[in-house]
C-alpha cells in the first residue's frame, strides 16, 4: 500500500537519506580482521537543511516539530525552539525549519493536524531548492531514518560434525547476518570461522571472516556464511544458532514446470537475489558488500520480474549517483557511469515514475556532460587516468577506444533523447551526437570481412569479442543481416573467447534470446546455472568455469576463497525466463501497454506469475494449451504471428494457431 500524500512522514534534502546511508553500505566490508572501505570518491549528505511551505489556514492550528539534530522553527518571522507545541494563526502564514546534524542525516517530522510532514514541503541545501524527500519506510514519529531496523529469523543448523578435532556447523543455507552460542564448555575463549563453502571455513588462516577470543556472550557483527568451523571444541561442548538478518521484500512472481532442474535454478537465483536485495542492491553478501553500478543494472532487471518494487531501484540509483557535482567515475568505472544513465531509462519504462525521473534529470544532464568532456573528435570516448575501462574480465585489445564503450554511448545518447523528451526539454544535440557516433562506430569498428565489430581500431589487431557485439543486438543498432552476422561469426562462434562470469553470461543469453536462440540460451541455463547445483550451490557464484575443480573453484583475484558464492548478477534466469520465455515486457512507460510472447515449446507444463505496474500477469501452458491472464488492460498477446487483445480478468486460450475467448 502506498503512502497518501496527506501522511506525515520523516523529511530530508532529496537524494540526501540514499547518499548517506550508501556510504554506510560502502563502508560496511571487513575482510581478514581489517574492515575495508569503499575506494572511490563518496559523497556524504547536507549538513544543514532548510524546509519550507506556506500555509492559508482557516483557523489556529497546533503542531510539533521533531528534528534529528540541532535547530528551530520559524513561523511567519519569529523563532521557536523544536520539541515543543507551536502554534499558526489563521490566514497566510510562512513556515521554515532550519535543521543541521554534524553526524547524520538532518531529518524532521511535524506533527500535527493541518500543518504536518507530508507532501508538499520544500528543502534547500541553502544552493538548490527541490521537493522535500521521503521514504515509505519512515512514516512514524517514533522512528529514526538513520536506523535501519531489520528483521531477523533464527536458523539451527542442518549437519554438525567433528572436524580436526573442532566443531563444522553446516546450515544449509546462506545466511546474511549474526550467531549466539547455545552452548560453550571451553576454558578459555574460542575462535569461530566462517566460509561461503566448507573448505574456507576449515582454513583457519585464510578464511575471510574469523572471531577471535569469543565467548558465551560474544556479540558477532554481521556476516556471511554457511559453515562455521570451531576449532580445538568438540561437537558435544559446543551449540549455536544463526540469526539471519534482512528487510521484507515482497514477492510477487511465481514459477513452476515440468523441470526439476529448472525449477531449482528458479529457486536458487530467487534465493540468490533476495539475500542481495538489501536496503540497496548490493553485488553480494560476503565480498564485496559494495554497490556497483553494472551489478546493480542487472538487478533492475531482475527485479522488474521477481519483485517489482520501485523503492529499491530508487534508492540505489540515488545512492550511486551522490551529489550533483561528479568527482569520479562510478566506482571508478566509465561503463558503469554510462549503465546508471541506461538504468534511468528502463526504470522509468518499467514504471511510469515521471516525478522520479523529473527528480533525476538534472543529475542525469551533469554525468552526461562529464562522459561527453572525455570524447575525442570522432565522438568516441576514452578513459581518463585513474579511469577504470572494465567491460568484463575477459582478455580484450584496450588499445585506444574500446568499440563495447562506444556501444554503451551510443545507448546513452538515446536514453537522454528519449528521458529528456518525456519531460519536455530539448534533446536535439543527443539526437545530432547519436547520429554521429552511429556513423562512426560502424565505420571504424564494424569489421565487414569478420562480420562483426572488432574491440579496437586503433591497435590493428582486429580481435573480436563478444561483448560490443552483444551490446549492439540488445540495443537494437544493427540491421536484421547485421544481427545475423554477429550471430553466426561470434555468438554462436566457439573460436571466439567464451564468457565465464554470470555478469556478462547476463548480457550474451539476453541477445542469444533476442535473436530467436532460446532452445540455445535453455540449454545453456541448464547446464551453467545447473553446473553450479551441481558442486552443491545454494546460491549462484559471482563467477563459474566447468573445468576449475575442488577448492580452485572458490579461487579470485588471487585469493583462495576472493569468489563471491552469492553474488546478485548470478540470479539472471529469473529475468531471461520472464523476458523471453514467458515474454512479457511493457511496449509503454508503466506497462500502460504491454506485450506477451509466450515461447514455451521447451516445455511440456509451466506456470508463470508476472509482475507489473499495478498488476500481475499469468502465463501456463499444459499439453498444447496456452492460457494467459492479466490483471489489468494494456496487454497484446504475439503468438503464431498473430496479435491477440488480452483483456482484464478474461483468460486468453491459445492451441497451437487457434484462438479460443
Not at 541553502?126 to 521537493?131: D, G, H, N, V
Not at 556471511?224 to 510477487?252: C, G, T, W
Not at 541477445?511 to 535453455?522: M, P, R, S
Not at 483468460?651 to 487457434?658: H, Y
Amino acid at each position: 500500500m502506498r503512502m497518501e500524500k496527506t501522511q506525515a512522514r520523516w523529511l530530508w534534502y532529496p537524494g540526501d537519506f540514499e547518499i548517506r546511508q550508501g556510504l554506510l553500505q560502502n563502508f560496511s566490508r571487513e575482510e581478514r580482521g581489517f574492515d575495508w572501505p569503499a575506494y572511490w570518491y563518496q559523497d556524504d549528505c547536507h549538513r544543514n537543511v532548510k524546509f519550507k511551505r506556506y500555509y492559508d489556514l482557516k483557523e489556529r492550528t497546533e503542531f510539533i516539530v521533531h528534528g534529528i539534530g540541532i535547530g528551530y522553527v520559524e513561523i511567519n518571522g519569529e523563532k521557536f525552539p523544536l520539541e515543543t507545541k507551536l502554534i499558526c494563526p489563521a490566514g497566510k502564514n510562512k513556515i521554515r525549519v532550519f535543521i543541521g546534524n554534524l553526524n547524520e542525516l538532518p531529518t524532521i517530522y511535524i506533527e500535527g493536524e493541518v500543518v504536518k510532514s507530508d507532501a508538499g514541503w520544500q528543502a534547500s541545501s541553502f544552493i538548490q531548492e527541490l521537493p522535500a524527500g521521503w521514504s515509505e519506510m519512515f512514516y512514524s514519529q517514533n522512528q529514526n531514518p538513520n536506523e535501519i531496523v531489520y528483521t531477523e529469523m533464527d536458523c539451527d543448523w542442518q549437519e554438525k560434525t567433528e572436524v580436526k578435532g573442532g566443531t563444522l556447523f553446516d546450515f544449509g543455507r546462506a545466511v546474511f547476518g549474526t550467531h549466539r552460542f547455545t552452548k560453550l564448555v571451553s576454558k578459555a575463549p574460542v575462535t569461530i570461522c566462517y566460509g561461503e563453502s566448507e573448505a574456507e571455513a576449515l582454513d583457519v588462516d585464510m578464511c575471510y571472516y574469523k572471531e577471535n577470543k569469543a565467548i558465551e556472550t560474544t556479540v558477532p557483527r554481521k556476516r556471511a556464511f554457511r559453515y562455521l568451523f570451531i576449532p580445538e571444541v568438540v561437537p558435544e561442548n559446543v551449540d549455536i544458532i544463526a540469526m539471519h538478518q534482512y528487510l521484507p521484500i515482497n514477492k510477487r512472481a511465481q514459477f513452476a514446470s515440468n523441470s526439476s532442474l529448472v525449477n531449482k535454478i528458479w529457486q536458487v537465483s530467487e534465493e540468490t537475489f533476495k539475500l542481495c536485495s538489501d536496503l540497496f542492491f548490493i553485488d553480494g553478501i560476503k565480498r564485496d558488500r559494495w554497490i556497483w553500478s553494472g551489478d546493480a543494472y542487472q538487478s533492475y532487471l531482475i527485479n522488474q520480474y521477481l519483485f517489482f518494487d520501485e523503492d529499491i531501484n530508487k534508492r540505489t540509483m540515488l545512492a550511486l549517483r551522490g551529489q550533483n557535482e561528479i568527482k569520479q567515475h562510478m566506482n571508478t568505472i566509465v561503463d558503469y557511469s554510462i549503465l546508471w544513465l541506461i538504468g534511468i531509462e528502463n526504470h522509468y519504462m518499467m514504471t511510469g515514475d515521471e516525478e522520479f525521473l523529473a527528480q533525476v534529470y538534472e543529475k542525469m544532464l551533469t554525468m552526461m556532460n562529464y562522459l561527453e568532456k572525455q570524447t575525442n573528435e570522432l565522438g568516441f570516448i576514452y578513459g581518463r587516468e585513474k579511469d577504470w575501462i572494465f567491460i568484463d574480465w575477459s582478455e580484450m585489445d584496450k588499445e585506444g577506444t574500446l568499440a563495447a564503450e562506444q556501444v554503451l554511448l551510443l545507448k546513452a545518447y538515446q536514453s537522454m533523447a528519449h528521458c529528456g523528451a518525456i519531460l519536455g526539454k530539448k534533446v536535439s544535440h543527443y539526437e545530432e551526437a547519436f547520429d554521429k557516433l552511429k556513423k562512426n562506430l560502424m565505420e571504424y569498428f564494424w569489421d565487414a570481412e569478420l562480420g562483426s565489430f572488432i574491440d579496437s581500431y586503433e591497435s590493428g589487431n582486429r580481435h573480436v569479442t563478444r561483448h560490443a557485439n552483444i551490446f549492439a543486438v540488445l540495443f537494437d543498432f544493427l540491421s536484421e543481416k547485421e544481427e545475423a552476422s554477429v550471430l553466426n561469426n561470434v555468438l554462436l562462434n566457439d573460436d571466439i573467447t567464451q564468457i565465464t562470469t554470470p555478469y556478462f553470461k547476463f548480457f550474451e543469453q539476453d541477445a542469444l534470446c533476442k535473436l530467436g536462440e532460446t532452445k540455445t540460451v535453455f540449454t545453456i541455463i541448464q547446464e551453467y546455472w545447473g553446473g553450479m547445483l551441481k558442486r552443491g550451490a545454494v546460491t549462484f557464484w559471482e563467477e563459474f568455469n566447468p573445468n576449475e575443480l575442488g577448492d580452485d573453484a572458490y579461487e579470485m583475484y588471487g585469493d583462495p576463497f576472493g569468489k563471491s558464492l552469492c553474488h546478485a548478477w548470478g540470479a539472471s534466469p529469473i529475468y531471461l525466463l520472464g523476458r523471453h520465455f514467458a515474454g512479457l515486457k511493457p511496449t509503454s512507460p508503466g506497462y500502460e501497454s504491454f506485450e506477451v510472447v509466450p515461447n514455451l515449446t521447451e516445455f511440456d507444463e509451466v506456470s508463470f506469475t508476472l509482475p507489473v505496474k499495478n498488476g500481475q500477469v499469468t502465463i501456463e501452458k499444459k499439453g498444447d494449451e496456452i492460457v494467459i491472464f492479466a490483471t489489468r488492460d494494456g496487454g497484446t498477446v504475439v503468438f503464431n504471428q498473430q496479435n491477440y487483445t488480452l483483456t482484464q480478468n478474461e483468460p486468453l486460450k491459445l492451441l497451437q494457431a487457434q484462438v479460443v475467448l
